[in-house]
């Protein structure tokens, strides 16, 4: 056990991944009784509840400090989590039903977008979360809200008894499984305490005997023990400006952004899936491989890109299109190659390396 290293050992990892705070609110003093903030936050539930999240847990901060000093790993208890106040932790689901997933056309083949990536959910929850409080009349400055941030999201969601850790490394919420994403907030309000214990202090304990996810991952990126090694898992090297190793290279296929294969076999994903009004950010299932490499070329990738959770603040456009790349070698569509040849010249060694490989790849392709 060792809750208490250096904060900056736990936002080392953060720094490369997409991050979004958005919002640091100010504490403003307690303004209720105990008793007051129990019903504002009964009704701020509600009113998430109405909004689409499917749980929703709270507990008071000092009590997020002990219980994530129970929990193993190198990792620090950032700052942010030791003033007073109550934290709230919620699931936004992230699929929807009957939708499909490749909406490539004869001589026009498209790369895959995994559900989460598919809309902005990240932002559409900390909107909804600001909806709520000015609903019941409260200034989103006295709260902090967030979701995909520098805060360590699963621990604090399990802690707060939201869900559990699946061996797939994910948090699971029995009733909804493990596609959702998660947001919370850190409001100014003192409640007695937590609406509910952790559900277990054991990734995979709710597991039984199954390992699908593990043998569902096609680069042997999960131990069985809920960890993952970020070396070999495709979603991690989907964001980086590199080129990748021959064998996970292979093992692509063709995912333009995000993997889901560690999920797909889930037995906790057989849920039935919440209905839910539109999302901003619609990037859609699938999109057009062609369609970025001309793109890239022309400079204007942002435009097909602006407003949705690949808004490419965290990303740079090179790597989305050298996924276009790597998916058009897996599509193995020869009519690629022209959209794909300029790439051999670019500047950028990650985008003319990979270029060189797919070339190779689709010509010998029948
Ligand atoms: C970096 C990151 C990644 C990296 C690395 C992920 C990893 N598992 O290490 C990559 C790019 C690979 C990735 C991939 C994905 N990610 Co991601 N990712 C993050 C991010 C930004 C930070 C994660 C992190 O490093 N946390 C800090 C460490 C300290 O926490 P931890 O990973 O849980 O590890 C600790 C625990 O395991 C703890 N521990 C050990 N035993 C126990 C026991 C108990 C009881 C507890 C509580 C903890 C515990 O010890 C570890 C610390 O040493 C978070 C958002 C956030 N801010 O949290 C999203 C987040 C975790 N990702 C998310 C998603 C959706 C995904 C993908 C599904 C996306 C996709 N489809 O491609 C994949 C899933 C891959 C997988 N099987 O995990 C969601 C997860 C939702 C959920 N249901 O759990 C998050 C929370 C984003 C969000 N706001 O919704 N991700
Ligand atoms: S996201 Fe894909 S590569 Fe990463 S652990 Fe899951 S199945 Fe494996
Ligand atoms: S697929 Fe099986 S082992 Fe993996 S998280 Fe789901 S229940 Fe657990």
Same mark, same amino acid.
């Given at each position: 056990?060792?809750?208490?290293?250096?904060?900056?050992?736990?936002?080392?990892?953060?720094?490369?991944?997409?991050?979004?705070?958005?919002?640091?609110?100010?504490?403003?003093?307690?303004?209720?009784?105990?008793?007051?903030?129990?019903?504002?936050?009964?009704?701020?539930?509600?009113?998430?509840?109405?909004?689409?999240?499917?749980?929703?847990?709270?507990?008071?901060?000092?009590?997020?400090?002990?219980?994530?000093?129970?929990?193993?790993?190198?990792?620090?208890?950032?700052?942010?989590?030791?003033?007073?106040?109550?934290?709230?932790?919620?699931?936004?689901?992230?699929?929807?039903?009957?939708?499909?997933?490749?909406?490539?056309?004869?001589?026009?083949?498209?790369?895959?977008?995994?559900?989460?990536?598919?809309?902005?959910?990240?932002?559409?929850?900390?909107?909804?979360?600001?909806?709520?409080?000015?609903?019941?009349?409260?200034?989103?400055?006295?709260?902090?809200?967030?979701?995909?941030?520098?805060?360590?999201?699963?621990?604090?969601?399990?802690?707060?008894?939201?869900?559990?850790?699946?061996?797939?490394? +994910?948090?699971?919420?029995?009733?909804?499984?493990?596609? &959702? !994403?998660?947001?919370?907030?850190?409001?100014?309000? *003192?409640? @007695? =305490?937590?609406?509910?214990?952790?559900?277990?202090?054991?990734?995979?304990?709710?597991?039984?005997?199954?390992?699908?996810?593990?043998?569902?991952?096609?680069?042997?990126?999960?131990?069985?023990?809920?960890?993952?090694?970020?070396?070999?898992?495709?979603?991690?090297?989907?964001?980086?400006?590199?080129?990748?190793?021959?064998?996970?290279?292979?093992?692509?296929?063709?995912?333009?952004?995000?993997?889901?294969?560690?999920?797909?076999?889930?037995?906790?994903?057989?849920?039935?899936?919440?209905?839910?009004?539109?999302?901003?950010?619609?990037?859609?299932?699938?999109?057009?491989?062609?369609?970025?490499?001309?793109?890239?070329?022309?400079?204007?990738?942002?435009?097909?890109?602006?407003?949705?959770? +690949?808004?490419?603040?965290?990303?740079?456009?090179?790597? &989305? !299109?050298?996924?276009?790349?790597?998916?058009?070698? *897996?599509? @193995? =569509?020869?009519?690629?190659?022209?959209?794909?040849?300029?790439?051999?010249?670019?500047?950028?060694?990650?985008?003319?390396?990979?270029?060189?490989?797919?070339?190779?790849?689709?010509?010998?392709?029948?």
């Amino acid at each position: 056990m060792n809750g208490r290293l250096k904060v900056s050992a736990f936002l080392a990892p953060l720094r490369t991944c997409f991050t979004e705070v958005y919002q640091w609110g100010y504490y403003n003093s307690m303004r209720h009784a105990p008793g007051q903030d129990e019903s504002f936050l009964a009704r701020l539930k509600e009113a998430l509840e109405t909004r689409g999240f499917y749980e929703i847990r709270t507990l008071p901060l000092k009590e997020v400090r002990l219980r994530l000093e129970e929990i193993p790993g190198d990792w620090g208890i950032p700052p942010a989590l030791t003033g007073r106040g109550t934290l709230l932790m919620a699931a936004f689901p992230y699929t929807r039903p009957g939708e499909g997933s490749d909406a490539s056309q004869p001589g026009d083949p498209h790369g895959l977008i995994a559900p989460f990536a598919r809309r902005h959910y990240y932002q559409e929850a900390v909107t909804r979360m600001k909806g709520c409080l000015m609903d019941l009349g409260r200034q989103d400055k006295d709260v902090r809200l967030f979701s995909n941030s520098r805060l360590p999201e699963k621990p604090l969601a399990a802690a707060a008894g939201l869900g559990f850790y699946g061996r797939n490394g +994910l948090l699971i919420v029995p009733g909804l499984g493990s596609r &959702f !994403i998660l947001a919370g907030m850190m409001l100014p309000l *003192s409640i @007695g =305490e937590a609406s509910h214990p952790p559900l277990t202090d054991e990734p995979g304990a709710f597991c039984g005997s199954c390992r699908l996810c593990i043998d569902a991952c096609p680069t042997g990126a999960l131990d069985g023990f809920g960890n993952l090694d970020k070396n070999r898992c495709l979603q991690a090297w989907a964001t980086e400006d590199t080129v990748l190793p021959d064998t996970l290279k292979n093992l692509w296929g063709k995912r333009l952004y995000g993997c889901e294969a560690c999920q797909e076999p889930c037995p906790y994903n057989n849920a039935p899936i919440p209905d839910d009004p539109p999302i901003t950010g619609e990037l859609g299932s699938s999109v057009s491989i062609r369609l970025i490499l001309e793109k890239g070329r022309e400079g204007s990738l942002k435009s097909i890109l602006k407003g949705t959770a +690949l808004g490419m603040a965290w990303m740079k456009p090179e790597v &989305f !299109i050298r996924n276009a790349l790597l998916s058009a070698a *897996s599509a @193995g =569509e020869k009519a690629l190659s022209d959209a794909a040849r300029p790439y051999l010249h670019h500047k950028n060694r990650t985008l003319s390396e990979t270029a060189r490989q797919v070339m190779a790849a689709l010509d010998s392709s029948d």
